[in-house]
């Protein structure tokens, strides 16, 4: 006669099984964090694209606000003032609203270009209207420009802050060490499994161990964390840099 399957044999089955998730967890935890960063270097790359497709249609100029105030029209957004001196700049991921083309006409920008974990926008979120957006569902995307793109070099000296840059255009051949010089980086870093780094990246703006997105001016993707890089004082080095996109900032 067949041995019934007694309640000791399923409390110890139930205790293999729970000792092998507890095994295999962090693995599985880990690869799903590794496939996120692979999926966001593979938008920031695709973004690479459209933006140096940009500078090909318009003599090798990086995308900028231009001097003549204009505005621009998203559906789902409020109108939107560009332009120097009084329009709005191309930090924090406004330089998106030079390709109206990529939106989709209800505040959404092209999830294929932007940091697979960023948080869809919400124009109902307490957060929208307030002064820190960094996590709380902005519309524009999370691959932020380096200073150097929309800054003059000769105001970006190593003795310099950022109170004394000076916007203007710059070419992409203008830099002298393109593969040294960060063209665009994910701030904040949504694709990074470690929640303190994580926090201290939207703090500041820098990682200091943990690694982040980059792409670097020759089209490359990365992952990159800021103790690699030559220090730039206040900021971390993607985000402003030094010399402006004349100098290496990058190894």
């Known amino acids: 006669m067949r041995r019934a399957f007694t309640i000791i044999d399923l409390l110890i089955t139930i205790s293999i099984t729970g000792i092998v998730m507890t095994l295999t967890l962090p693995a599985m935890q880990a690869a799903r964090w590794k496939g996120l960063e692979i999926k966001c270097l593979s938008n920031m790359r695709q973004t690479g694209v459209v933006l140096f497709a940009y500078a090909t249609a318009n003599k090798d100029h990086i995308p900028f606000q231009g001097w003549e105030p204009r505005t621009i029209h998203?559906?789902?957004?409020?109108?939107?003032?560009?332009?120097?001196?009084?329009?709005?700049?191309?930090?924090?991921?406004?330089?998106?609203?030079?390709?109206?083309?990529?939106?989709?006409?209800q505040a959404r920008w092209n999830?294929?270009?932007?940091?697979?974990?960023?948080?869809?926008?919400?124009?109902?979120?307490?957060?929208?209207?307030?002064?820190?957006?960094?996590?709380h569902e902005r519309p524009t995307p999370t691959y932020e420009f380096s200073f150097a793109l929309y800054n003059r070099a000769d105001t970006m000296g190593a003795g310099n802050t950022p109170a004394d840059f000076r916007i203007g255009p710059n070419k992409i051949s203008d830099a002298t060490f393109p593969s040294a010089k960060v063209y665009l980086f994910e701030f904040p870093a949504f694709c990074m499994s470690?929640?303190?780094?994580?926090?201290?990246?939207?703090?500041?703006?820098?990682?200091t161990t943990p690694r982040t997105s980059i792409m670097t001016m020759d089209g490359a993707v990365r992952r990159f964390a800021a103790k690699d890089a030559i220090d730039y004082p206040e900021r971390g080095e993607t985000y402003s840099t030094v010399n402006g996109i004349w100098g290496r900032d990058i190894p």
């Open 74 to 105: 998203i559906q789902g957004l409020p109108p939107i003032r560009m332009g120097h001196p009084t329009g709005n700049s191309i930090m924090t991921g406004r330089w998106s609203f030079l390709f109206p083309e990529e939106w989709s006409g």
């Open 111 to 135: 999830p294929g270009l932007q940091c697979p974990k960023q948080p869809r926008y919400d124009p109902d979120s307490p957060f929208t209207t307030g002064a820190f957006r960094w996590e």
């Open 194 to 207: 470690d929640p303190v780094a994580r926090s201290l990246a939207l703090d500041i703006g820098r990682s």
